[in-house]
């Protein structure tokens, strides 16, 4: 690979691993406010949001201007969110509660990641030639989540007893910094890694891709946003890679606090313990996308959906661990599979959708099916944990949903394979020069 696409990796990880950090900090700070349990996974609901609800304009910000530039932009919006999340207390509107300030904080910073999204997939399409973009989702898969096991695993640290109070014991003389709570340090700390990854998000390298300034009319990119839309929906294979990336990441998100409930309730674990539980699933998925970026090539993506069938299965084991030396080798199970079906498909869906839309249309069009899905999924989970249902239920549920979902992919494809010629893919080059 080009030295310009360790570059875009550092920018990726830095920045995800403060999203995954920031988003323990925000729960603690939820828990430190005594807010309802029900309202824990409506934070990951508003800071997925903005993926949907401008979903028609980011994809048209991304390919408007040079891809390293966009990502600094919105990586200083992120930085924005943090700081009114740190200074939630100062700026509560009247009227409304203040688990709803934490939340607008939140969204913010939702925002500045659904318009990041599209420039950090789309340079891929620019930057590498297609036989290169399974080992490129292999990268950047397993690189994002090794920032989701470290920042997790961050968060947890920085909310724990012992590095806070190390932390909130940092006096500067003269100067009264506002930070009293673990959360609150947490937060500080947390916008030092926004910080490092706008550094490089400089250097990120111009692709030499001409680029064309949006229209202003927002019905024009709204009904531009509706034909790419329907063209991966109607497209043999975007239709496939589409639903089960799409199924993916909202069961991914969802599984998120899953398993922080369960590890309170199974396990017995507080917050910080649970988000080592976290790390662990995340490893899987890590492994899991490096296996799928070795042995998969793209034209033979679809072959993995089997795996999802299998994985959906395998949740619903969750209900019988009720010790630690059951629940690691679990996790990791269920993150394997789950990364390894999701990295092909993945790649698919880029390579397809810069055919059929350019780079970052797609995944605009990949970011608003995908956290549509997430926003029904946590809404769900959600409503679930306010009516009191148990968590076991609610994995069974989880798991059952899963399966069947990619069982009903699998007999779509089939049935596209039936009714006709599939779209060509190119048959891969060696996976590593």
Same mark, same amino acid.
């Given at each position: 690979m080009p030295l310009g696409f360790y570059t875009i990796m550092a920018a990726q990880f830095f920045s995800s691993l403060a999203d995954n950090a920031l988003l323990v900090a925000a729960i603690a700070l939820l828990i430190q406010m005594q807010s309802p349990e029900w309202m824990t996974p409506l934070l990951k609901f508003f800071f997925t949001i903005s993926y949907v609800l401008f979903a028609a304009f980011v994809g048209a910000f991304a390919d408007s201007m040079r891809k390293g530039r966009v990502m600094f932009i919105t990586n200083t919006v992120k930085i924005v969110g943090c700081l009114l999340l740190f200074f939630h207390d100062l700026w509560n509107i009247p009227g409304t509660s203040e688990y709803m300030t934490i939340l607008m904080a939140y969204a913010v910073v939702g925002l500045g990641a659904a318009a990041y999204s599209p420039a950090k997939y789309g340079i891929l399409t620019e930057y590498?030639?297609?036989?290169?973009?399974?080992?490129?989702?292999?990268?950047?898969?397993?690189?994002?989540v090794g920032s989701i096991i470290i920042g997790t695993l961050l968060g947890g640290v920085l909310i724990s007893s012992t590095v806070s109070s190390k932390l909130l014991a940092i006096d500067l003389p003269q100067i009264n910094t506002g930070v009293d709570t673990p959360a609150e340090a947490a937060i500080a700390i947390i916008m030092l890694f926004y910080g490092i990854a706008a550094v490089f998000n400089l250097y990120i390298p111009d692709t030499g891709v001409d680029h064309r300034p949006p229209s202003k009319n927002p019905l024009y990119l709204i009904r531009e946003f509706a034909h790419c839309v329907k063209l991966l929906w109607t497209d043999k294979l975007g239709q496939i890679s589409l639903a089960t990336t799409t199924l993916f990441w909202g069961a991914g998100a969802t599984l998120q606090f899953i398993v922080l409930k369960w590890a309170e309730v199974a396990l017995g674990y507080s917050l910080s313990q649970a988000t080592l539980l976290q790390g662990i699933c995340a490893v899987g998925i890590a492994a899991g996308?490096? %296996? *799928?970026?070795?042995l998969v090539p793209l034209h033979k993506a679809v072959n993995v959906v089997p795996v999802g069938?299998?994985?959906?299965?395998?949740? %619903? *084991?969750?209900?019988?661990?009720?010790?630690?030396?059951v629940a690691i080798p679990l996790l990791l199970l269920i993150g394997g599979l789950a990364g390894f079906f999701v990295v092909p498909m993945n790649a698919l869906l880029q390579h397809r959708g810069h055919i059929l839309m350019g780079a970052g249309h797609s995944i605009a069009v990949q970011n608003f099916n995908e956290n549509l899905s997430i926003l029904a999924m946590l809404s769900l989970y959600a409503l679930l944990i306010w009516l009191n249902i148990s968590i076991y239920w609610v994995i069974a549920l989880f798991g059952l949903f899963v399966s069947l979902s990619m069982v009903l992919v699998r007999k779509r494809h089939l049935h596209n394979l039936a009714s006709g010629p599939l779209p060509a893919i190119p048959i891969d080059a060696p996976l590593h020069p």
């Open positions: 590498l030639p297609h036989h290169r973009l399974v080992v490129a989702n292999g990268w950047i898969e397993g690189l994002t996308a490096i %296996i *799928a970026a070795k069938i299998a994985m959906g299965i395998i949740v %619903i *084991a969750m209900n019988f661990a009720t010790s630690l030396s």
